[in-house]
């Protein structure tokens, strides 16, 4: 029998939505190109981000400290523990549906809390830069940063978001756990928003107030579990030289050196297109035979039929 082809999907904020009913009608569009990749004999894991979700989550708390002083502050990474538990119920919901649609029973969907250990030297400590929540304007920005101490910065002329550290993330500390459900054929969903950032002092895991980035814990689980490709979605079919610019030219096919040439000319933007490039790179040099792709979620078929996306290796 031939071996499945072991994916890890990393899903951006673009296929959860940005509120709980546009939650509930995301993940069912989601699910279904999930589930395709599964009808073409694909072995699925899933990860997720969390931006615009941890962000009403921790607005959501902190209106409750203002009603009730005696309500502690509730931290960021229990936010994020939060945004893991709510995603993970509506997208293994969507995905269980959409496999009874298609009369595939035999695979469960699991939702696995997800705490990932990040270094508390990590210089990303020291320069806040992963945005969270929705945009503001001006004034509500220093109103935020007045009342709650936030740090708010332009976001790519959209608006102003609250920033928070980004630290990489250096072990999947249920990843024995997740590799258990992986194997005995689960379609599991791991590592949400990037996981639950957590520092080790002892033997006892203390949350971090930080956001990792849920690309380079995508790659982080790929390579853990010993995946053939790291699909990273995002909001274009391919990845772009110069883009937006007369000169744009779109890749398909590139070498993790090359990718690396194109990162160090600075064609793609930090807090965006970088991110995903850095850790598509990192995972195509894991090991070679390994894929990295990135395209839109509606073309993940075709990107792992080699049709479209920008597809790097070694």
Not at 4 to 26: D, F, W, Y
Not at 54 to 69: F, H, K, Q, T, Y
Request: aromatic share 4%.
């Amino acid at each position: 029998m031939e071996k499945k082809k072991r994916i890890v999907i990393a899903l951006g904020g673009n296929a959860l939505g940005n509120t709980l009913p546009e939650q509930m009608a995301a993940v069912k569009i989601t699910s279904k190109a999930i589930v395709d990749l599964i009808e073409e004999g694909c072995e699925v894991v899933v990860a997720h981000g969390n931006g615009p979700q941890v962000g009403m989550i921790n607005n959501a708390m902190s209106a409750l400290c203002r009603e009730d002083p005696k309500q502690p502050n509730t931290p960021l990474s229990v936010c994020v523990a939060m945004s893991q538990a709510y995603i993970g119920y509506d997208l293994q919901n969507a995905l269980r549906e959409e496999l009874v649609n298609r009369n595939i029973r035999h695979i469960p969907v699991t939702t696995m809390i997800t705490q990932i250990r990040v270094d508390e030297k990590d210089p990303a400590f020291l320069n806040p830069s992963k945005p969270i929540g929705h945009f503001m304007t001006a004034g509500q920005a220093e109103e935020a940063a007045s009342k709650y101490g936030y740090l708010m910065k332009e976001d790519a002329g959209r608006g102003y978001r609250r920033m928070v550290a980004s630290p990489k993330p250096q072990e999947i500390i249920e990843i024995e756990a997740i590799r258990s459900l992986v194997n005995s054929g689960q379609l599991v969903i791991a590592c949400g928003g990037g996981g639950i950032p957590v520092t080790l002092n002892g033997n006892h895991l203390k949350g971090a107030s930080a956001v990792i980035d849920k690309d380079f814990a995508s790659e982080l689980l790929a390579e853990e579990l010993d995946a053939d490709l790291l699909i990273i979605l995002t909001a274009v079919e391919k990845i772009a030289l110069n883009y937006g610019k007369p000169d744009e030219k779109w890749l398909s096919n590139i070498t993790a050196k090359e990718a690396r040439q194109y990162i160090k000319e600075g064609h793609f933007a930090p807090g965006s297109m970088l991110p995903k490039v850095e850790a598509a790179v990192k995972f195509a040099e894991s090991r070679k035979g390994r894929t990295a792709l990135i395209t839109l979620l509606e073309k993940a078929k075709e990107g792992i039929l080699g049709n479209t996306g920008t597809h790097i290796q070694q």
